[in-house]
């Protein structure tokens, strides 16, 4: 029944609304289906470029999923969220030249400070770190029967995009002054707050950002150090690490 849903679209449509297609069917055409949940994973392709130019039959697999869960009634009533996993995503201390003194300056966008203390805390806080982390997130939205959702095509592709770009943009800041990132929390705080405020159509939101550490090398013998290590080769570790979540929700909201 997939594959006739699918063959019977006759143009390019969201996977959302091909969730809700098949929802409306499955609760509509069986009478003893009170409600039909569907889940849907889309693995993009990304067109390749070629020297600058794009290949007219060239695509490679993109590293995140687009996901989606509808549940339809048969009353009509809809639910719809929407989410993306596996966005891998990293930033660095930027490190130039200022143009009239000719001094080094390091501008650091990633830290670890302000969390809380106590007599078992070792960890030092620290204002320069790299930061790195895959980002899962999902929103629902705020459509609650079939006729509510909106007519325009594509919507949810393109709500899908705009999401995602306010994510990354947040994450990272501006393109030449970046931003400062005290803490995955307060990071991951701020890409949630962004996207609420931006799409009035979403609540709630969840974020799951995982520290992905990457450890500065300094190795040194008994006597003196041997190799000089400037924060310029780095461990890559998967052991131990915090996963970081939450979940954000305009006031009334129903979670």
Known sequence: MVYVKAKECTEQISMEDFAIGLGKHFTS???QVTAAIIKIVEKPWERMYIDGQSHEHGF???SEKHTTKVTVKKSGALLVTSGIEG?????????????????????????????????????????????ATEVTASWRYSFESLS???????????????????LVDTFFGPPKEGVYSPS??????????AVLARF?????????????????????TKDSIFVKF??????????????IEASLSRILSKM
Not at 102 to 114: N, P, V
Not at 149 to 165: D, G, H, M, Q, S
């Open 230 to 243: 400037e924060d310029d080769v780095y461990l890559p570790t998967d052991e131990p690490h915090g996963s």
């Open 29 to 31: 055409f069986y009478e």
């Open 87 to 131: 966005l891998a995503v990293l930033k660095t201390s930027y490190q130039g030249k200022a143009n009239l003194e000719f001094l080094l300056l390091f501008i650091m966008h990633s830290g670890f400070e302000g969390f809380v203390r106590d007599k078992y805390t070792i960890l030092p806080e620290t204002h320069e770190r790299m930061l």
């Open 148 to 166: 509510s959702i909106p007519a325009k095509p594509l919507y949810f592709n393109e709500r899908y995009l705009n999401v995602k770009k306010v």
């Open 200 to 220: 009035p159509d979403i609540s709630p939101i969840q974020l799951k950002m995982p520290n992905i550490h990457f450890l500065p090398i300094n190795l040194s």
């Open 60 to 62: 490679k697999l993109g």
């Open 184 to 193: 995955v929390q307060s990071t991951l705080h701020q890409m949630a707050e």
